[in-house]
């Protein structure tokens, strides 16, 4: 969100403690059922005065800006001005949206695709789980006696935040029940429901590991578990496992094990 805040407290600055008094009146009293309401409300709500500066923000908006205690709330409140401090998505929103509002139109912005980068660049955060947002954005002008804009309030409603964790699930599922097969990543990427691109790198994000390198792991592993059986032939387990045994299937396993194939065998059926 904000790059630029000051250090400055919300109660030194006059105008915003009169904003946040006059706030406090229109929600009945910042221990009124109403106040409360809006303070718990699962939805995000943030409360701007006329020239853009933030003089309330309740518990769900302030864990989108990347804080979970409600006492953070003097790090925003009076600092961020939307029209200053903006990241350039939000710039964009409040420029199309300002004359409406100061005329006392209530504006609504349906469907607002976020990517991850725009998601940091709108919060101010150095990470986030979640990939990408979908919101719809309400604004609502609040006007005094002579139609002049007194504070507008912003609230969104989050369509779906995608994290990429089920994704990844089914592209592990695929994985694994097709490791017999060589690999195939836009197969698996297929699987996810993600392009090629967004899937290795969101897999990457969530295992550690790029998918090349959990098919290996988990094929190597499935290995590991014919080398135990005495019946078997290093080179017939290999064959089971739809591997050449050959020097790059030798390194494959030894990079993923530690050591040789002939090692691990004999270490396992000693300890067997």
């Not at 550690?208 to 959990?214: A, L, N, Q, V, W």
């Not at 019946?231 to 993923?256: P, R, T």
């Amino acid at each position: 969100m904000a790059a630029a805040f000051t250090s400055t407290s919300p109660q030194e600055i006059p105008e915003t403690r009169a904003a946040l008094s006059t706030v406090e009146t229109l929600l009945g009293g910042g221990h009124s059922p109403i106040a409360q309401i809006f303070e718990k409300a699962p939805f995000p709500v943030e409360i701007y005065d006329a020239e853009g500066t933030t003089v309330w923000i309740n518990d769900a908006m302030l864990k989108m800006n990347g804080y979970d205690d409600p006492g953070d709330r003097g790090k925003l409140v009076g600092k961020y001005n939307v029209f200053r401090d903006s990241a350039a998505l939000v710039a964009v929103w409040i420029t199309e949206a300002e004359a409406r509002v100061r005329s006392g139109e209530i504006v609504t912005f349906t469907n607002q695709a976020i990517s991850k980068e725009e998601y940091l660049a709108l919060f101010a955060l150095k990470d986030t789980d979640i990939s990408s947002v979908c919101l719809d954005t309400t604004i609502t002008p609040v006007m005094d006696e002579t139609g002049t804009l007194r504070f507008f309030m912003v609230t969104m409603n989050v369509r779906w935040i995608y994290y990429g964790k089920e994704e990844i699930a089914r592209a592990k599922t695929y994985i694994e029940t097709h490791w017999l097969k060589p690999f195939d990543a836009a197969h698996a990427a297929h699987a996810a429901h993600l392009s090629k691109t967004h899937f290795y790198r969101l897999f990457k994000k969530h295992t550690g590991m790029t998918p090349r390198e959990y098919y290996a792991k988990y094929k190597i592993g499935k290995l590991t578990e014919y080398l135990q059986n005495p019946a078997l032939s290093i080179g017939e387990a290999f064959a089971a496992c739809q591997m050449e045994y050959n020097s790059n299937s030798l390194k494959m396993f030894k990079d993923v094990v530690g050591t040789s194939p002939t090692k691990y065998r004999e270490r396992a059926l000693s300890e067997s």
